[in-house]
């Protein structure tokens, strides 16, 4: 016998301990699920309002993560531990934390976290918030408030948890390797299952036919929609889940498009919204047999009353204090809103909002009070505010009545009016008041408003700010009448050492606040509203933001500098910021991992440590990605237990990035190539092959615009022949963000020229707003003709954005070409224009139609995003407006910018901006730019035609130019105007005047609106 938990008793512990919860035991499914979610089991029961507390183990079959058994922890089949707690119990993450103890986890040693994670599954039409449960780094556990199923507001919640039971069983067994998990006793996990993933790995990603896929998919879905119109709705969703099934092994084998991915979800989705609409009222038919008169059938209630033997968030209510016993003394005020872990950007967003409600809520009170101040951590908003009074001051008002003139008779006798006034006030006509309102006479009756105490005033304070939050993403959970981004758990609010009443739905603030759950005593009674900051303070937590970053800062620098290295702070600027917001008491712990991984792309390494493990990559001197990392854990830890987890994971996630960088290195460039030609982008524009040869075809029509060495024209052609090939290698299936960085690896890897994997890498950027450009022409020239094919092809098809909606980041798009176009000269003469009519003459060449009202349209959109990056840059809004008719040609708008900026200061260049813009509120528009001199007659229009007819052509120059040129006629210009009539009796001399002016104003630079840079120089 043996003292390690095997698989097998690790499920008999998990359900055990939810069956003593009040849970009862169903049987995984019956045919192929990707998820513990989708059996009906949770995915019908969730819907409606009958009770549901279920526990059940799924192996879940996901084609995607095949991997022939070699991964450590990644394969086609897992085991997943499902549980189902409907309604919400107001207690499931302590639940939680109690079944992981069960299994014999020590959670004072291992760093449990709970990572957003907003849910959602858009085959089904699902979605919820919640989180990531990572066990020292390792996703072991999926904890979800389901928010809608199938289409369905949920009423009442449900709590999901879904546990990766063969991770949770590696960290407590010490193994590397799934295969070498003990599952019963003498028996190796690998000895059971590795045929299985050998052989259906082999199915998933060689083997399996896609034609016959493709039929299993049409099949399932039709056989799905006959048993919906039979109003069978269990074996509709059997057969919702065989067709997801089927798409999945499509996925697998990359024979599913961009396109065919919306069709297909929007397909499932249907089926999902379907069976389940049907579902809901076969059950409402069978009179919602788990409930009884409206209440639940005593067993799945059982779980209310099992709850107890858990710790519980919600702690008894301490009567408060009577107003004889507070005194008149100022006091401090503190109230604690405290929540299930709220996402990074949250915490960023809800404390200066708290802030501002609570300083808003007190400044519409007569209590004087100190400076509000407001910190918190992902589990708790605290606000201090020092010296709030115990009283308002009574205050005298005026009650407005009727005007004076309505109020009195032409006998200066009540009228009607007045004496209802005074009768609704209960008072008599002689009591009334004149006083002004608004500049109008009016009668008012003088009223004292009684100062309330500062405890009612709080306490509507508090309730008005807890009830008030709100995110970008908001949720509910067991409390009918709350909504924000986590649940809410707990409220504590003291004035001085008394509790300040409030409720807010469920919550009643009390003086008890909750700690680490882990503590040895969680709940502390707080004294006084001054002992909350310090409590919290002194039991670990670091409340203020700034002083959470600069300790998770100097202890990963400690760290880094431990193995002479170091972390580039400025540069992981953004991922310190939500290390920062996951942690309420961080504590640095330094992970190595095997220097043969230093052989992979730098990117890709840093791309998993960044993105999937929130680890800083610590460097040498020079910059050198170093075989160390920094992860943040929460609180007190076993350091060597939780680094041996981290470096666990980062070691199975390297182990997938290797399988699949020595994978797609057995593949030639012009195969992966031919390869996208597989992969259909939208149906009615062709497959990426398509798309990438139009890329290719536009680059070189866009080289027509700009001036290319030739070896730049040599990299340009070899570039557009391979773009986009790397869309089909497997490591950027697997991580997407990678397109580019990949395709620059590999070609350099297969024996291109630096320049040409150069290239390839460029065409994709910028990725985001304030990403680096492309540096040299050709990839320039790549990512400009991979923006205009987007754009012009999406309008094309009408398929532009929508609201909030633009699932083909064409905002995107258009912000790239933009900022290309005024970032990177040596494109900078490339218009908009131009740019989407080589791409609608290529699609042309395709058969696509491509309207001139589309054209327009996607001009007028890319030009739109140019406004708007200028004002997202703090570019004032008539210099926005001044080089608005050169939004078509970014980089000549940039170009103007910078010499406006130059020149700014000089009055010189406004005097003529100046009277340029007279000009052109003078001149008619259509006026031709030619005049006769020999018609003028007055000297100070004669002394300025021949500086006007000698005046050089700037209309396509620079503002500096022109000004250099220009400036000598300014003065001349304003004594023309002083002293003529430009528009004479003479119609040839009035022509002519017209003329003169107007070829000033031709030979100015055309891409300004001189009004607008008038109104901006004179700001």
Known sequence: ????????????????????????????????????????????????????????????????????????????????????LKPDPGNPQELYLGSLQALGIDLDAHDVRFVEDNWQQPAIGAWGLGWEVWLDGMEVTQFTYFQQVVGQNLEPISVELTYGVERILMALQGVTHFKDMAYAEGISYGEVFAQNEYEMSRYYLDDADVETAHTFFKNYTDEAQRMIDARLPVPAWTYVLKSSHAFNILDSRGAVSTTERARSFSLMRRLAREAGALWTERREELGFPLLKDGVATSRVNEIAAAAVTAPNVMQPVQKAESAADLGDAAQAFAFEIGVEEMPPHVVDATLPAVKDAVTTALAATRLEHGDVSVVGTPRRIVVTVPGVSAHEPDAETLAKGPKVAAAYDADGKPTKA???FARGKGVSVDDVVTAEFDGAEHVAV???????????????IVTDVVSGLRSDKNMKWNDPELTFSRPIRWLVALWGTAVVPATAGLLTAGRTTYLQRTAAQPHVDIASADDLVSTLEGAGFLLDIDARRQAVVDGALELARSVGGTIDIEGEAGLVDEITNLVEEPRGVLGT?????????????????RKHQRYLPVRDESGKLMPYFVTMANGAIDDDVVRAGNESVLRARYEDAAFFWDADLKVGLDDFRKNIDSLTFENRLGSFAQRADRIRDVAQALAGHVELSGDDKTTLTRAGELAKFDLSTQMVVELSSLAGTMAREYALKAGETPAVAEALFEMEKPRSAGDSLPVSTPGALLALADRFDLLTAMFAIGAKPTGSSDPFALRRAALGVVSILRGVPTVATVSVASGLEAAAARLREQGVEVSDEALAAA???????????????????????????SAGTPGAAEAYLADIQTLSGDEAFAALVQVTQRITRIVPAGTDASFDASVLTDDAERVVAPLVADLADNSHGSLTEWFAAASG???KLNTFFDEVL??????????????MLQTVVAKAPAGIDYKELDRALDA
Not at 446 to 460: F, I, S, W
């Open 969 to 971: 006629l300014t003065d």
């Open 859 to 885: 001009a007028e959109f890319v030009e739109g995003r140019f406004g708007q990056q200028l004002r997202d840059e703090g570019v004032s809004a008539p210099l926005v407006a001044a080089v608005a008719p």
């Open 1 to 84: 016998m043996t003292d390690v938990l095997t698989m097998q008793d690790a499920l008999l512990t998990l359900q055990k301990y939810w069956t003593d919860r009040g849970c009862m035991v169903v049987q995984p499914y019956n045919t192929e699920v990707g998820a513990g979610t989708m059996n009906p089991a949770t995915v019908m029961r969730v819907l409606g309002p009958e009770p549901w507390h279920v526990a059940y183990v799924e192996p879940s079959v996901r084609p995607d993560d095949s991997r022939y058994g070699e991964n450590p922890n990644r394969l086609q089949t897992h085991t997943q531990f499902q549980v189902i």
């Open 446 to 460: 003088k009223q004292t408003q009684t100062g309330r105490g500062v405890l009612e005033v709080l306490g509507a």
């Open 593 to 609: 991992f095997e220097e043969r991984y230093l052989d992979l792309p730098e990117q890709i390494l840093t791309t998993v440590m």
């Open 982 to 995: 430009v528009m004479a009796d003479d119609e040839k001399l009035k022509a002519a005047r017209l003329g």
């Open 418 to 420: 007045l004496e209802g």
